[in-house]
């Protein structure tokens, strides 16, 4: 069955350090899709970005990076010069095809979500 | 567009009470589904549907039903509220469905409080 694990569920860091968010997830599926969303104490829930199977290449978005390796099974965020408004929780998320396969839809598996504190 | 819209944002029911949560989207997206949110749990999927007259059951699916007889709405109702009920519940919406899906969008949350 698919499974997300957030081994870190709480950090806290100063303004401008850089912070890094596990994600470690399994799957018996060759194709799937990988997600981060962040959620602001507003309690929304933002999507960042979507990662499919196939494609290993890291990804910069201005101060955010993500380092995916399918060799551990990983998916990585990390913020770079953390900002106070970078305070929210991070949800990791694996699509599961298996559903579809099996005559549903492809769902979001979610980790538990890891929150980040940035103090000025 | 407005995206995904939730109605209400905030409800105190009392044990045994029942309520409908509202869900709509104007995007045409066929994918709906609605997930809670707990303290520790992350969000686990309740209800979804792969277009109008379609729905199937999630990870949590007891105490809820669900209906979709149109695109743009998916309500959740809960017959019976119970304070294991008491959660965060986002409704989200995406395209199709299948490995090439598109990125799943979510509204702002309704806040529930079973007493």
């Known amino acids: 069955a698919q499974k997300v694990t957030q081994a870190q569920t709480e950090i806290s860091v100063v303004e401008k350090e850089d912070v890094t968010l596990d994600c470690v997830y399994e799957?018996?599926?060759?194709?799937?899709?990988l997600f981060w969303y962040k959620q602001p104490p507003s309690g929304e829930l933002v999507f960042l970005i979507r990662?499919?199977?196939?494609?290993?290449q890291n990804e910069i978005s201005g101060r955010y990076s993500w380092n995916f390796q399918k060799s551990t099974s990983s998916f990585n965020f990390t913020i770079t010069a953390s900002q106070v408004v970078d305070s929210a929780v991070y949800f990791c998320a694996l699509s599961d095809p298996t559903s579809r396969a099996q005559g549903g839809s492809e769902k979001l598996v979610f980790g538990k979500g890891m929150k980040l504190t940035v103090n000025p | 567009n407005a995206g995904v819209t939730q109605t209400p944002k905030f409800q105190v029911l009392k044990t045994g009470q029942s309520m409908t949560l509202q869900c709509a989207q104007d995007?045409?997206?066929?994918?709906m589904s609605w997930y809670r949110q707990d303290p520790g749990m992350g969000l686990r999927l309740i209800h979804y549907s792969v277009g109008a007259g379609i729905t199937d059951q999630g990870e949590v699916p007891n105490g809820y039903n669900v209906s979709r007889s149109t695109t743009e709405d998916f309500p959740l109702r809960l017959l019976s509220a119970a304070p294991s009920q008491t959660s965060v519940y986002f409704c989200a919406s995406r395209t199709g469905y299948g490995v090439t899906t598109d990125t799943q969008y979510f509204g702002p949350g309704t806040r529930l409080t079973v007493l």
């Open positions: 990662r499919n199977s196939f494609d290993e």
């Open positions: 799957t018996r599926d060759t194709t799937y899709y």
């Open positions: 995007m045409n997206h066929e994918y």
